[in-house]
């Protein structure tokens, strides 16, 4: 149907798709991303390769599970997942990778420290989920409970997942997490690395405001988190 919103949020799942896989965030079919607009949520489809994905092979679901009907595919095994951090979070968009970085310090941490301040970006420090199965209602549980006070969890021997306002603003904090990962791996490299206090973490997150509040007033947009400016939401 033209002019259909539906159609734009498939045209977004499909472009950003595409991402994962260059960015090196998953493979073949795995991870899923969706979009909530509304009641609606689209989210991309169980076990097709990204690379082959169409826009009428996203679904459609209602907020409490429900498939919309005309869904041409059966959505992501993650489903529940997804539906579970939009009831319990201000996301508008969850991204879920298989990105190796997470997967190794999951499988050997039980959390990811700020070694960097960009990690405001999502919170502060990112708890590791406990692991169980994958599609199951308890991993949907454990990764709400991991994203208490965090836009991004880590799932043990499993993924990662972020939320943003948008699909931009989640995928960059996807991208912010993988990066943060692989820098703490190098850090370890050397040592034992020195991390930052929940102080100096404050201090970062009141500048990020207050530099935040400068550019409104100056009547500029803000855009999409940035990972290459310290995680804060520049301008563009
Ligand atoms: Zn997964």
């Known amino acids: 149907m033209p002019g259909d919103p539906a159609d734009e949020l498939r045209a977004q799942l499909v472009s950003y798709s595409a991402r994962l896989l260059a960015d090196g ?24 390769g990204y690379h082959e994905m169409r826009p009428a092979d996203v ?14 595919e059966e959505p992501s095994t993650e489903t529940p997942m997804h539906l ?24 050997a941490r039980d959390e990811l420290p700020a070694i960097h301040y960009a990690i405001t970006g999502l919170g502060g420090p990112v708890r590791v989920a406990p692991y169980v199965r994958f599609g199951s209602a308890e991993l949907a549980a454990a990764a709400v409970k991991a994203l208490a006070g965090r836009s991004a ?19 960059d904090r996807a991208l912010l997490l993988e990066w943060l990962a692989r820098t703490y791996r190098l850090a370890l490299s050397y040592g034992q690395p020195a991390t930052l206090s929940a102080a100096d973490l404050d201090e970062v997150t009141a500048e990020t405001r207050r530099r935040r509040y400068g550019e409104r007033r100056g009547g500029q947009r803000e855009g999409p988190l940035d990972v290459r400016h310290g995680g804060q939401r520049e301008g563009r």
């Open 59 to 72: 679904c459609l679901v209602s907020l409490d599970g429900t498939e919309l009907p005309d869904n041409a």
């Open 153 to 171: 969890a880590i799932l043990r021997n499993h993924g990662a997942v972020a939320y943003g306002l948008d699909l931009a603003q989640a995928y």
């Open 84 to 107: 579970a951090i939009y009831a319990a979070t201000e996301a508008r968009a969850i991204v879920h990778t298989h990105s190796p970085e997470v997967i190794a310090l999951s499988a």
């Open 25 to 48: 965030l998953v493979v073949g079919s795995a991870g899923n991303i969706s979009v909530r607009a509304g009641g609606v949520v689209a989210i991309t489809p169980s076990g097709i």
